[in-house]
Structures are given as C-alpha cells and as structure tokens.
C-alpha cells in the first residue's frame, strides 16, 4: 500500500495543462495549411492525391475537409503552420488560403446552454482506417482526460446529445448510421471527424461509399485532419459547446 502511494506521489499530475495552456504539439504536426504567394498551384494541385485545392474568393485555397496533411504540397509552396485551431461550422469554413485563421465564434447559444457544462457523444465508426477512432479515444486517457469537462462517450444513441462520425460512410454502415441518429433524443448534433467523414478522404471516389457524412445527416461541426489531432478534436468540442 504504502509502495503504491509513493509510485502515485512521484507520478504526479499526468494531465495535459491544454487548455488553458497551448497544447504539447508533435515537431512533426502539419496544421492549418497557409498558400504562400510565391506557390506553384498548378504543381501543387498535380500532386494532391484527394483533389483538396479549390477557390476561395478567386483565389486558389486548400479544402482542409479533404486535406489528407501528407505534406507534399510544402515542396510547392504551401506552408503548414502550427494552427491546431481548425475545426468549423460549416464546410466553407474549411477553405485555407493565404489569410492567417480566425477560429470562429460559437454563435449558437442554444448549444451553450444545453450542452455548455456537459455534451455526451455516441461515437459512430462509418468505415475508414480506424485512427480517427483511436484518437477520439485517446481524449478518454489520462493526458487528455475530456471527462473533466464533462465531454463523455456513452453507449447508446438514446443517451448521447451529439454523434460523432468517423470514416467515410461505407455502404454497409449507412443503415446503422441513419438509425443510431434516428434512436437519438432531439435536438442532438452532428460531428464529422476526420478527412473521411468530411469529404470521403482517400476513399472519396469509392463505389462502395455512401458519405461524406453531410450527403447523409446534418453536419454542425467539421473537425479535418486525418486523423485529427487530439488537439484539434478537443479544441473543437470546447469551442462547439462555448467553453474555449
Ligand atoms: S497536404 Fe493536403 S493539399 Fe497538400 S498534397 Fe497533401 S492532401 Fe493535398
Ligand atoms: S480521415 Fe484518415 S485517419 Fe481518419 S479514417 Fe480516414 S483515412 Fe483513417
């Protein structure tokens, strides 16, 4: 006993300081992607293996929702900040062009108010490679510790205020999708996680898929990456029910 108490002593407090403190980022971490003037698009976008350029206000942008963050693009011009704040709203939101990222506000304050001191999410794995789920389940642990903002998995769809899709919708998950939604109390919200769930990712031009998630149900919150950041997923649940 008194063996155990000492190991718990030296240990100490294991738990990330984020927020408020800026989170411990990998050197390797590819945030928001920012096109620099001097770029070569045309080169860039040869590259891409999931077509993410596109235009933002006429000028040329990376769609972060199908952005797989391989990196490739750096060679051409594209340089990838340490922006972990990149989830959004809606889907335009996603679009990264040269200006430097202003996270939005949480306009909806009837999330606030329902969800502002607790939101409990089923987790639905929609096909994908499985890392998303990996790193939603990593803000289960000890050095990310979500439950101390009463961010919660639950079981069952009846016991969830918000669902939480990962991969790219297969065919075979598109019933059980559309019910585990339909078995959820209203109102409740949508999360895509993930380039998959976002856009299709890598499996977009699939015969055997049936997303992205929002061709399906009611997106309210876009969180890219590929997988997301733990970083990045938890800023974005924080920020979505109004306590960043
Ligand atoms: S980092 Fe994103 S935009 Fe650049 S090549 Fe990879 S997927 Fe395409
Ligand atoms: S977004 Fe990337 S990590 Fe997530 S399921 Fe798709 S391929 Fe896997």
Same mark, same amino acid.
């Given at each position: 006993m008194f063996e155990m108490l000492k190991a718990r002593f030296f240990q100490g407090y294991r738990t990330g300081k984020f927020p408020p403190a800026a989170p411990n980022l990998p050197d390797h971490f590819c945030g928001r992607p920012q096109v620099e003037a001097h770029a070569d698009i045309e080169a860039a976008r040869a590259l891409c293996p999931t077509h993410a350029w596109c235009e933002k206000a006429g000028a040329p942008a990376i769609d972060t929702?199908?952005?797989?963050f391989?990196?490739?693009?750096?060679?051409?011009?594209?340089?990838?900040?340490?922006e972990y704040? &990149?989830?959004? &709203?809606?889907?335009?939101?996603?679009?990264?062009?040269?200006?430097?990222?202003? !996270?939005?506000?949480?306009l909806?304050?009837?999330?606030?108010? &329902?969800c502002g001191h607790s939101l409990k999410i089923r987790q639905v794995s929609a096909g994908g490679c499985a890392a998303c789920e990996l790193d939603f389940n990593v803000l289960n642990t000890l050095?990310?510790? &979500?439950?101390?903002?009463?961010?919660?998995?639950?079981?069952? !769809?009846r016991h969830a205020d918000a669902i939480l899709v990962t991969g790219p919708v297969s065919r075979n998950m598109l019933l059980a999708l559309k019910k585990t939604y339909e078995a959820m109390p209203?109102?409740?919200?949508?999360?895509?996680?993930?380039?998959c769930a976002v856009s299709g990712g890598i499996y977009a031009e699939?015969?055997?898929?049936?997303? !992205?998630?929002?061709k399906i149900l009611p997106v309210d919150l876009y969180v890219p990456g590929c997988p997301p950041h733990p970083a990045v997923l938890l800023e974005a649940l924080l920020r979505f029910i109004g306590r960043m």
């Open positions: 929702g199908k952005c797989i391989c990196g490739k693009c750096a060679a051409c011009g594209v340089t990838f900040t340490r704040r &990149m989830a959004a &709203m809606t889907r335009e939101k996603l679009f990264a062009d040269a200006s430097p990222y202003t !996270p939005e506000e949480q909806d304050r009837g999330i606030r108010k &329902m050095a990310w510790d &979500m439950g101390r903002f009463g961010i919660q998995a639950v079981a069952s !769809p209203k109102p409740c919200w949508v999360i895509a996680s993930g380039a699939s015969p055997d898929v049936a997303g !992205p998630v929002d």
